[in-house]
């Protein structure tokens, strides 16, 4: 079923790669990981593969950098740190693609991108002429400010989060620019179908909906990244309402990029709907 529907729809995708994937359990860079999935986006792009890729990282290279072993709990202090690590996290990737012949582009990113017709369609040309210049964007929010509203005066109007980590905001940039697919990489197989620490646990090879029974599977939030499974399951959610197939997978698999392009079956796939359907999750 997937390998049939790679072959006649898949021309552009999303990638995600967490925190847990771009860094070590030390807290430093998995630098050979990190090349060797850069190689795989690469090679996508050399078969006519058109790939996005929405990269975390940008705060745990800040804390490594500062030396720090606990995420911050301030919110400035977390800002500060992605303000240092993300001119690493594109230093990095900007080395590594250079080496194949890549270029690529940083695209930081605010909820106002998403909210703002005028900004939004700005987004999408510019995406669309990346991505036809054969040039890979490296997408992150923009966490140097987009956390401010966190601080927003009460008398303000709250207003509702659209993305509040990588996740989301890859679910919703493949429903706005889109994508045909969505990969969400990790630090895990897949969604099990029980926590993974139970005797039997077994990751779900697919999952045609997300019900209130998925969502129930959730692990909660891991130590580094903001995201976590639940995360991950309203992200699925929201495109699968755009009609487009999510996986989740974990990328230390070797060649994980190739053999989910392949049809193999590697991960949790999120079927798509037949038709797509009124999007209720996000704006």
């Known amino acids: ?5 790679l072959e006649k729809n898949l ?13 070590r359990h030390d807290g430093k860079v998995a630098l050979g990981l990190l090349c060797g ?29 500062l030396g ?35 270029p690529i582009a940083q695209v930081l990113l605010t909820e106002d991108d998403f909210r703002d017709p005028v900004r939004h369609g700005n987004l999408r040309a510019t ?20 956390t401010i509203e966190l601080d927003r005066a009460t008398e303000l109007r709250p207003r509702e989060r ?15 620019i889109g994508a045909d697919m969505l990969v969400l990489l990790s630090d895990v197989d897949g969604l099990y179908d029980r926590n993974p620490t139970e005797p039997g646990a077994s990751v779900l090879a697919h999952v045609d ?35 487009k197939q999510v996986i989740i997978a974990n990328g230390r698999t070797p060649r994980v990029l190739e053999r989910i392009v392949a049809g193999e079956q590697v991960g949790t796939l999120f079927a798509a709907a037949r038709e797509p359907v009124g999007e209720k999750v996000a704006r």
């Open 1 to 5: 079923m997937l390998r049939n529907y």
């Open 11 to 23: 021309h552009r995708i999303v990638v995600k790669l967490g925190t847990n994937v771009i860094m």
């Open 37 to 65: 999935l850069v190689e795989q986006v690469a090679e996508l792009r050399s078969q006519g593969i058109e790939v996005l890729v929405v990269s975390s990282g940008a705060v745990g290279l800040g804390m490594e950098r």
């Open 68 to 102: 720090l072993l606990e995420r911050p709990t301030v919110v400035a202090q977390i800002q500060a740190c992605a303000a240092i690590g993300q001119s690493r996290l594109m230093s990095l990737y900007d080395d590594a693609f250079d080496r194949l012949g890549c």
């Open 127 to 146: 995406l669309d002429a990346l991505l036809t210049m054969g040039v890979i964007p490296i997408v992150n929010e923009n966490d140097t400010v987009s």
């Open 162 to 176: 659209i993305f509040g980590d990588n996740d989301k905001l890859s679910a919703l940039l493949l429903k706005h």
């Open 209 to 243: 909906m997300v019900d209130e029974g998925i969502l129930a599977l959730a692990d909660g939030v891991n130590g580094r990244g903001r995201g976590g499974m639940i995360s991950k399951l309203e992200s699925a959610r929201i495109v699968l309402h755009a009609g």
